[in-house]
């Protein structure tokens, strides 16, 4: 008998802890903040965390947090990495507009999950596309003009850049069209105060992920899709500079003559070819030309300076490496702060 009860105990410790795995709550760096509304809390929310290697983000996550509470927050324990997050509950939904956000051992606290009516205002207009997607872009309700579509085949490209497919405007009625082959894709919509196609969003911006992605196109099909949009909050900027805390990169970037360069990033690598896209991106300079970008641990990264994003730069882009080192490598150990790190870009030719 005393043999019996220990395999039911082993059991249940082992059903238990897998319990906990399956329901989002395994040991690891904790992932709370608050669910919100047009800037109330908002209750009843489930967060979920899909790792950034998924294939889909169709199945069921792998990682949820218990529903919000009555004020918003949540809390979720996750391994360290990389993950795309979703929230869903009471007919609202949101696709975290910084995705993926990465999770280092130190954790993330005190994010704002932004939610949007999960709207279901299809367009009737007749459609000009013969096989694709026929969509409204809205804003609480209201048509939003001026946004641009995006359709991403699969996860790979993280859903950033201009994808398999882009059009727009939106009209004033904030309908556009893509015209699409039959196959399956990921459709989110942007609009950028500056009227880029590309890049980072920043405050002022709108940032719309269709809830029911991905969507199954068939040949000679048009379907008819409401994406609902949310506007990119001020403190955005700043969460994205201290997101990860405790590890960062400082400095400056420079022209050839030495003076500071507005309005340039500087993109990290771990791949010393530095050829596809970086692991980590900073926010523009300003007019002094300093940057200062986190990063969720220690490693050895390579680093470069440039004004555009997407591709490799062009003729009449800046561009630079950074020349510490003969490999363009900067080693940084977890929780140092590196300052003085000094870039120097030139134009493209």
């Not at 009843?44 to 199945?59: C, D, F, M, Q």
């Not at 059009?167 to 894709?185: M, N, Q, R, V, W």
């Amino acid at each position: 008998m005393r043999v019996v009860a220990c395999f039911f105990l082993l059991l249940i410790l082992f059903f238990s802890a897998g319990c906990s795995w399956l329901g989002g709550t395994p040991a690891g760096p904790l992932l709370s903040g608050r669910t919100m509304l047009h800037g109330q809390p908002a209750a009843g929310i489930r967060v979920e965390a899909y790792p950034a290697g998924s294939y889909s983000l169709a199945e069921p996550a792998p990682y949820a947090s218990p529903a919000s509470d009555a004020e918003g927050r949540f809390a979720l324990h996750l391994p360290a990495g990389r993950y795309y997050l979703l929230a869903r509950g009471r007919g609202l939904f949101a696709y975290y507009g910084r995705n993926p956000v990465i999770l280092g051992e130190e954790g993330v606290r005190d994010l704002n999950i932004g939610l949007v009516r999960d709207a279901k205002q299809e367009p009737e207009l007749d459609p000009m596309v013969v096989s694709g997607a026929l969509i409204r872009v809205s804003l609480n309700g209201e048509p939003l003009p001026g946004a641009t579509l995006y359709a991403y085949l699969d996860l790979t490209s993280e859903m950033k850049g201009m994808g398999y497919a882009m059009t727009g405007p939106s009209d004033d009625e904030g309908i556009a069209e893509l015209a699409l082959p039959a196959g399956t894709y990921y459709l989110l919509a942007r609009k950028r105060a500056d009227g880029s196609g590309v890049g980072p969003l920043r405050a002022g911006d709108f940032t719309g992920y269709y809830p029911g992605n991905p969507v199954q196109v068939h040949e000679g099909e048009v379907l008819r899709l409401d994406i609902p949009m949310l506007q990119v909050p001020e403190k955005s900027a700043d969460l994205q500079q201290s997101l990860f805390g405790r590890t960062s990169l400082a400095g400056v970037i420079r022209d050839s003559s030495g003076k500071p360069v507005s309005g340039a990033r500087v993109v990290v690598y771990r791949d010393s070819r530095m050829l596809n896209r970086p692991d980590y991106v900073s926010n523009p300079t300003g007019a002094n030309g300093r940057f200062l970008i986190s990063l969720p641990e220690g490693g050895r990264y390579y680093l470069a300076g440039r004004n555009t994003l997407g591709g490799a730069p062009g003729p009449g882009d800046l561009y630079g490496t950074w020349n510490g080192s003969d490999d363009h490598s900067l080693v940084v150990k977890t929780g140092q702060h590196l300052r003085d790190i000094e870039i120097v870009v030139e134009e493209m030719w």
